[in-house]
């Protein structure tokens, strides 16, 4: 098993860009999330999924979009990158609410 | 405020000495709790969950203080390997993790 992987491992965007960050996982774990990771902040919840088709906010949802088609799959998408928007992005999975979450190698995301 | 906070460090210790990391939470109706150890520019694992009776893997000991809201990890015989930044967490009724800022632990020959 693959794991929890995610694509790009480094990115660099101008403000106003937008692109998708990719997910995905072999586990067959229904639950997937996406995070991302400041210095002095902690990991802050974004997006997460409790199955294909179900997705709700985090504590910081404003300027990203999910969707979840598959069980697999869970892409995070940035609508026009800010600055503010440059952090290590982590997506995990995991197979119940209360399991272990399984992370993503994470994503290192510079909006200039 | 954070739902966990954490001392952020750093820890440093000598080889074999024993360290102790708490962490408090804030929400009384919180659930589960973890403890998650991250490498320098890895993704974070999970060490170990913290039950309510306290429990032990190896060297590694949590304990859970429901009446104080604090959470302990307890690191015995300190290893160079165990250099990392440990991450307290917990869970409410839902889904998502609360994830405390870290603690740092550099762990010296």
């Known amino acids: 098993n693959a794991g929890v992987t995610q694509t790009p491992k480094f990115q660099v965007l101008k403000t106003g860009q937008s692109m998708t960050l990719q997910c995905a996982q072999d586990?067959?774990?229904?639950?997937m999330s996406w995070y991302r990771q400041d210095p002095g902040m902690g990991l802050r919840l974004i997006h997460y999924?409790?199955?294909?088709?179900?997705?709700d906010q985090g504590e910081v949802p404003n300027g990203y979009n999910v969707s979840r088609s598959t069980t697999e799959d869970f892409p995070l998408r940035l609508l026009s990158a800010a600055p503010s928007q440059t952090s290590v992005y982590f997506c995990?999975?995991?197979?119940?609410?209360?399991?272990?979450?399984?992370f993503g190698p994470g994503t290192r995301l510079t909006v200039l | 405020r954070k739902e966990v906070e954490q001392d952020p460090g750093p820890f440093n210790v000598p080889e074999g000495a024993t360290v102790a990391f708490n962490c408090t939470y804030s929400?009384?109706?919180?659930?589960?709790f973890f403890w998650y150890r991250q490498d320098c520019r890895k993704e974070p694992k999970l060490l170990m969950s913290?039950?309510?009776s306290g429990n032990e893997d190896g060297r590694f000991t949590a304990q859970l203080n429901r009446a104080s809201q604090y959470i302990s990890l307890l690191i015995r015989d300190s290893k160079l390997s165990d250099s990392a930044t440990y991450l307290c967490?917990?869970?409410?009724?839902?889904?998502?993790?609360?994830f405390g800022k870290g603690t740092s632990l550099l762990v010296t020959p």
């Open positions: 999924s409790v199955g294909a088709g179900i997705t």
């Open positions: 929400n009384s109706a919180s659930q589960s």
């Open positions: 913290v039950y309510s």
């Open positions: 995990a999975s995991s197979y119940s609410g209360g399991d272990e979450q399984f």
């Open positions: 586990m067959n774990h229904e639950y």
């Open positions: 967490v917990s869970r409410n009724s839902g889904y998502a993790l609360n």
